[in-house]
């Protein structure tokens, strides 16, 4: 039997096999990132201020980009499946005890774009439309696919370490509530007046957003369709997509951030992926304020619960506010 440095090395070789084919993904992931930003349209509005909207008839050169990334990564995604497949068979490194590293944050990566890809080709070449109706149990699950596949994803990946990645009680537990009380204050109350509208004004961008549109019209017609309609779409915009988005950020990527480039930098980076993945230009000062808060309670009381909290109540008091 092989043991001691050789079962090491061992290891280390079977675990790079499927790192090649992630970064392939990483790289497909930012691609396709930077097309949707090319897809945003600014045009005046009759106030004089600039509304932000995304066009449904992309360049054609954004779209041929688009297909052959979706094309490749689809290619890449089954060589990617395999060679996970086999380094779970052959070896247990999926649930060792190990620390958070560049390679981890990568894979995520990769499998978070292996999954859009799939959504891609799903809704583009098979489907004509959404799977469930608007409103319905399964069109808010549907909407919030993505989110829930990190739900799975993440803890199943970090299984055996979850503390790795703030899946632990904070320290200072009630310096910590007193900490969410003010922040929350801060958002609801003096976010707009201080930094939103100012900034907004300065720019002369119109705060109108059709992400937040999109998210209305979701929460308005469950409230419509039925109670249990209701409920999913509170329990899973008020609570499902704030954990998985902090487990994500807060929990694997600002953890490893702020490991290799310190506190200050590596909330920041987060807090701009953060407010970037939304792909809201509206919105994105108060989401990348929100993330810098967000950061600072994770990284203040080692822990992602926090965060999460302040997270939930932010959006379900959005939520609430629908059901009025």
């Known amino acids: 039997m092989l043991t001691g440095p050789g079962l090491l090395l061992r290891t280390e070789v079977q675990r790079q096999k499927s790192t090649p084919w992630a970064i392939m993904l990483f790289i497909g992931y930012?691609?396709?990132?930077?097309?949707?930003?090319?897809?945003?349209?600014?045009?005046?509005?009759n106030d004089g201020r600039w509304i932000v909207s995304t066009t449904d008839q992309p360049p054609m050169w954004v779209s041929l980009l688009i297909l052959a990334v979706v094309f490749c990564s689809f290619v890449v995604t089954i060589g990617f499946v395999i060679a996970q497949w086999r380094e779970r068979n052959q070896s247990s490194w999926l649930w060792e005890n190990r620390d958070l590293s560049g390679n981890d944050v990568i894979h995520i990566v990769a499998w978070m774009h292996a999954f859009q890809t799939?959504?891609?080709?799903?809704?583009?070449?098979?489907?004509?439309?959404?799977?469930?109706s608007e409103g319905t149990i399964g069109g808010?699950?549907?909407?919030?696919?993505?989110?829930?596949?990190?739900l799975l994803l993440i803890p199943l990946w970090f299984r055996g370490r979850w503390a790795e990645i703030g899946l632990t009680r904070p320290v200072r537990l009630g310096q910590m509530i007193i900490a969410l009380v003010v922040l929350f204050f801060f958002i609801s109350k003096v976010l707009d007046v201080a930094i939103t509208n100012p900034v907004a004004d300065f720019f002369g961008l119109s705060l109108s957003s059709e992400r937040e549109q999109q998210i209305e019209n979701e929460i308005l017609q469950a409230k419509d369709t039925d109670w249990l309609a209701s409920i999913a779409s509170f329990v899973v915009i008020g609570i499902l997509v704030p954990i998985a988005e902090e487990v994500?950020?807060?929990?694997v990527v600002q953890t490893f951030?702020?490991?290799?480039?310190?506190?200050?930098?590596g909330i920041l980076l987060t807090s701009l992926w953060f407010a970037l993945l939304h792909i809201d230009i509206a919105l994105f000062v108060p989401l990348f304020v929100i993330g810098l808060g967000l950061g600072f309670v994770r990284h203040r009381y080692q822990s992602i619960w926090g965060a999460v909290l302040l997270h939930a109540i932010n959006n379900l008091t959005g939520v609430l506010y629908y059901f009025n």
Do not use: D
């Open 118 to 132: 799939g959504v891609l080709l799903l809704y583009g070449f098979f489907l004509e439309g959404t799977i469930f």
């Open 257 to 265: 951030l702020v490991r290799r480039l310190g506190a200050i930098l």
């Open 248 to 251: 994500l950020f807060r929990g």
């Open 140 to 150: 808010t699950l549907e909407s919030a696919s993505f989110q829930l596949f990190l």
């Open 30 to 45: 930012w691609l396709m990132f930077a097309a949707e930003f090319t897809m945003i349209r600014f045009q005046l509005g």
